[in-house]
């Protein structure tokens, strides 16, 4: 019994050095990371603020434990530190109950291998979880993060829209083309959604569903692109949700 007991304790002391060892980071590498966050690292963001776990499903499993352990290592999230409330607990049940979100358990639970659960287990103990449904919560230097990338689509989108009011075909199509690579984001973050986007591109002669193939938006076809949007302050703020993406099984902590 001794002899196990001893085992385990230097079992867990290996993983608590690794796991400091992984958090190490410099204010000039955190600082050059911050800058070159994507868009999949925004939409987690979003996520967090809007307590929208709907959506990430576009997104693939290992995408998602990447970018939640490089927010969490720069400090842009955090294990939330109180329990849920019961208000929380059923906002969160609610979009389990969803069709969006039960295809996504589904697929994920048949297609479950010994790969993707080695690499829960490193998600697990580099976030130092108890447990795999533990909730995080966004961090004020990630909501002030995402608050400076929101100012800037804005920007852009305004571009856009100035471009449409004015009627002018070719410079929406020439504005459209230029800010392609931000057109997830300007779903995602609530700026506009799949019927307003269509709208206006059928106005100006144009296919939104090609331009969507062209942005990678994955969950397009699934309507993913009308969840964004604000749906409540943070957990900090007490009225939000924690979420998981799988029912039964592995739940990432949004």
Partial sequence: MGFFSTEKWQDDKNKEEQRKKWLEISDEERSKEIENLNTIDYTLLESERSENLLLCLHLGLFEMLDSTEKLYRLGLIKKLDRKLTFSEKEKLERQKDTPQFKQYAARIQRIMDSEAEQRIREYQVNLALKNLDD????????????????????????????????????????????????????????????????????KMEMNLQTYMQDAQIMGYDQGYADAGGDSGGGFSDGGGDSGGFLDGGFQPGF
């Fill in 135 to 202: 909730p995080m919560d966004i961090t004020e230097k990630g909501k002030e993060i995402l608050e400076k990338k929101r100012k800037d689509l804005k920007s852009h989108w305004l571009e856009v829209q100035s471009s449409y009011d004015k009627n002018d075909k070719q410079q929406f199509r020439k504005t459209i083309e230029s800010n392609l690579g931000m057109f997830p984001l300007f779903f995602i973050m609530g700026l506009t959604n799949g019927a307003m986007m269509e709208h206006m591109m059928n």
